[in-house]
């Protein structure tokens, strides 16, 4: 009964949407009609028929946000990460979508402290002098302003009641809308609906523990303090559980505030600046980064300083990744279009069929217009789209782990832009793509490498250096012993010299 009951429940959760989809022409909007087959086209000529007021308000991208706005945490989850996908579904689109808003009407401030003794296991007045009422409340969880009993302003993100009971159903609805467009929509396929729904509810169960966004916090603070381009609030541990997170108060004003604008221009130019290095450098020399740099998510305090809030979403890069990446945005800054080519041919984004030289001069017809520009004088929206336009013609594939980085990088030029519209973003990347450069392909460092796979050699030597069924107490061959000692010679010799060299 309890099946039947559920699979009711989600089957009417997935008419209710397919309705207000189709009454805001969101279904399959007309603008795209004529892409579509005959009889898919016939079916949404009849559907439209069903399209109210709402249907002729705005373009496509804008009517699917606000519908999935109203459906609630994992459709606005869903909506935010189609934003991520301009090389499928277009830059404008995606652009729409990606100013999706997640804001609703706060829950009582007792049923908040309630959630925060129950999840802390601990009386309220234990660890807070005050408590105050919400400063913002989104579909998943709502904010508080706090001070602690030894007198430090905090701010407290407390889960909403039974919100993990409703973004199970609608992960159900999700779930099953993918099998039904894996199933009856074959050109969809590609799209890999059930692994896009996979990643959906994957992000959004990540959300509902707090423990992981306070570490994400605590990590990219951690490396925010190497380059001092951004800092982050502290987090604070005893105010921490699943459904609960304390982080210091950021005394500061938002980017997205009206006074922001009223910053002499020098320090608006600082900061645009500091917030494309900091992106950077988070991405390259550490391989995590804060996903959501956003407006909202950004502060600039009594210093001048930029501040991040808000880590529910980080992103990672492992070290091949990061080296790629390097790469690509030097040969960029340096209009070696040669060697960006053969990087993308090296990490496997372009397959070996293809011509480097041609993927060059595609590069080039890229790169080329847009150096020496201001931010201003540069559209991202018309760069984009040459840019999938030429690597669609090469049948390059964005890579899942890009995804994210992409995505925040049309975010983080976009808010530095708005600070300063005559920013040069090679400019102010330059130093960050040079240093990781210098260090991490240097001699030195490439000697260095060298050894630690010299190494791994050894040690998988030494594991096979025994014959198969032998005792473990047994001593190796004697030739198998002087290889790993000269081996080891070999070895200490790299890493002296390594060493030597990065004085």
Same mark, same amino acid.
């Given at each position: 009964?309890?099946?039947?009951?559920?699979?009711?429940?989600?089957?009417?959760?997935?008419?209710?949407?397919?309705?207000?989809?189709?009454?805001?022409?969101?279904?399959?909007?007309?603008?795209?009609?004529?892409?579509?087959?005959?009889? #898919?086209?016939?079916?949404?000529?009849?559907?439209?028929?069903?399209?109210?007021?709402?249907?002729?308000?705005?373009?496509?991208?804008?009517?699917?946000?606000?519908?999935?706005?109203?459906?609630?945490?994992?459709?606005?989850?869903?909506?935010?990460?189609?934003?991520?996908?301009?090389?499928?579904?277009?830059?404008?689109?995606?652009?729409?979508?990606?100013?999706?808003?997640?804001?609703?009407?706060?829950?009582?401030?007792?049923?908040?402290?309630?959630?925060?003794?129950?999840?802390?296991? $601990?009386?309220?007045?234990?660890?807070?002098?005050?408590?105050?009422?919400?400063?913002?409340?989104?579909?998943?969880?709502?904010?508080?302003?706090?001070?602690?009993?030894?007198?430090?302003?905090?701010?407290?993100?407390?889960? +909403?009641?039974?919100?993990?009971?409703?973004?199970?159903?609608?992960?159900?609805?999700?779930?099953?809308?993918?099998?039904?467009?894996?199933? *009856?929509?074959?050109?969809?396929?590609?799209?890999?609906?059930?692994?896009?729904?996979?990643?959906?509810?994957?992000?959004?169960?990540?959300?509902?523990?707090?423990?992981?966004?306070?570490?994400?916090? /605590?990590?990219?603070?951690?490396? =925010?303090?190497?380059?001092?381009?951004?800092?982050?609030?502290?987090?604070?541990?005893?105010?921490?559980?699943?459904?609960?997170?304390?982080?210091?108060?950021?005394?500061?004003?938002?980017?997205?505030?009206?006074?922001?604008?009223?910053?002499?221009?020098?320090?608006?130019?600082?900061? #645009?600046?500091?917030?494309?290095?900091?992106?950077?450098?988070?991405?390259? /020399?550490?391989?995590?980064?804060?996903?959501?740099?956003?407006?909202?998510?950004?502060?600039?305090?009594?210093?001048?300083?930029?501040?991040?809030?808000?880590?529910?979403?980080?992103?990672?890069?492992?070290?091949?990744?990061?080296?790629?990446?390097?790469?690509?945005?030097?040969?960029?800054?340096?209009?070696?279009?040669? $060697?960006?080519?053969?990087?993308?041919?090296?990490?496997?984004?372009?397959?070996?069929?293809?011509?480097?030289?041609?993927?060059?001069?595609?590069? $080039?017809? *890229?790169?080329?217009?847009?150096?020496?520009?201001?931010?201003?004088?540069?559209?991202?929206?018309?760069?984009?789209?040459?840019?999938?336009?030429?690597?669609?013609?090469?049948?390059?594939?964005?890579?899942?782990?890009?995804?994210?980085?992409?995505?925040? =990088?049309?975010?983080?030029?976009?808010?530095? +832009?708005?600070? /300063?519209?005559?920013?040069?973003?090679?400019?102010?990347?330059?130093?960050?793509?040079?240093?990781?450069?210098?260090?991490?392909?240097?001699?030195?460092?490439?000697? $260095?490498?060298?050894?630690?796979?010299?190494?791994?050699?050894?040690?998988?030597?030494?594991?096979?250096?025994?014959?198969?069924?032998?005792?473990?107490?047994?001593?190796?061959?004697?030739?198998?012993?002087?290889?790993?000692?000269?081996?080891?010679?070999?070895?200490?010799?790299?890493?002296?010299?390594?060493?030597?060299?990065?004085?």
């Amino acid at each position: 009964m309890g099946d039947l009951t559920n699979g009711l429940s989600t089957l009417s959760r997935l008419i209710g949407a397919a309705w207000s989809l189709t009454r805001a022409d969101a279904l399959a909007p007309r603008e795209i009609s004529h892409l579509l087959p005959t009889w #898919a086209r016939a079916l949404a000529n009849v559907s439209r028929l069903l399209a109210g007021r709402e249907a002729r308000l705005g373009r496509p991208g804008e009517r699917l946000a606000r519908v999935l706005e109203r459906q609630g945490p994992v459709a606005i989850k869903l909506g935010q990460f189609l934003s991520t996908r301009a090389d499928t579904f277009g830059v404008e689109f995606a652009e729409d979508l990606g100013r999706l808003k997640d804001r609703l009407p706060p829950f009582p401030r007792a049923l908040a402290t309630a959630e925060v003794e129950r999840a802390l296991g $601990r009386p309220l007045a234990s660890l807070f002098s005050a408590f105050d009422e919400a400063l913002g409340a989104a579909s998943l969880a709502q904010v508080h302003a706090a001070t602690l009993v030894d007198g430090r302003r905090v701010a407290v993100k407390v889960l +909403r009641p039974g919100i993990e009971a409703r973004v199970a159903a609608d992960i159900a609805a999700l779930t099953v809308a993918a099998d039904i467009v894996h199933a *009856v929509a074959h050109a969809a396929r590609r799209l890999e609906p059930r692994a896009f729904a996979a990643t959906v509810a994957r992000a959004l169960r990540l959300e509902l523990d707090l423990r992981f966004e306070a570490a994400g916090a /605590d990590e990219l603070r951690e490396a =925010m303090s190497r380059d001092l381009y951004m800092t982050a609030p502290a987090v604070v541990w005893d105010g921490v559980a699943r459904r609960v997170l304390t982080l210091e108060w950021v005394a500061g004003e938002a980017l997205s505030g009206p006074g922001i604008l009223d910053l002499a221009r020098p320090d608006r130019s600082r900061l #645009a600046g500091d917030l494309i290095r900091a992106f950077l450098a988070q991405a390259l /020399d550490h391989g995590v980064f804060h996903a959501d740099l956003h407006e909202g998510n950004l502060f600039v305090d009594s210093a001048g300083k930029l501040v991040a809030v808000d880590f529910g979403i980080v992103g990672r890069l492992d070290p091949l990744e990061r080296r790629y990446l390097a790469e690509i945005l030097w040969g960029f800054l340096n209009r070696d279009y040669a $060697r960006v080519a053969a990087v993308h041919f090296e990490a496997g984004y372009v397959s070996s069929g293809h011509d480097p030289a041609a993927f060059a001069q595609a590069l $080039r017809a *890229v790169g080329e217009p847009i150096f020496g520009k201001a931010a201003g004088d540069v559209s991202m929206h018309r760069l984009l789209t040459q840019l999938f336009e030429i690597t669609a013609l090469f049948e390059m594939r964005l890579r899942p782990e890009l995804v994210l980085l992409q995505k925040t =990088m049309v975010t983080v030029e976009g808010v530095a +832009r708005r600070l /300063d519209p005559d920013l040069d973003i090679w400019v102010a990347a330059e130093p960050v793509v040079r240093r990781w450069i210098t260090r991490e392909l240097s001699p030195a460092n490439r000697l $260095r490498e060298f050894a630690d796979q010299a190494l791994s050699v050894l040690s998988h030597l030494a594991r096979i250096g025994a014959p198969v069924g032998a005792p473990a107490a047994k001593a190796p061959s004697a030739r198998f012993h002087g290889l790993s000692f000269l081996t080891g010679v070999v070895v200490a010799a790299l890493a002296f010299l390594a060493a030597w060299l990065a004085r």
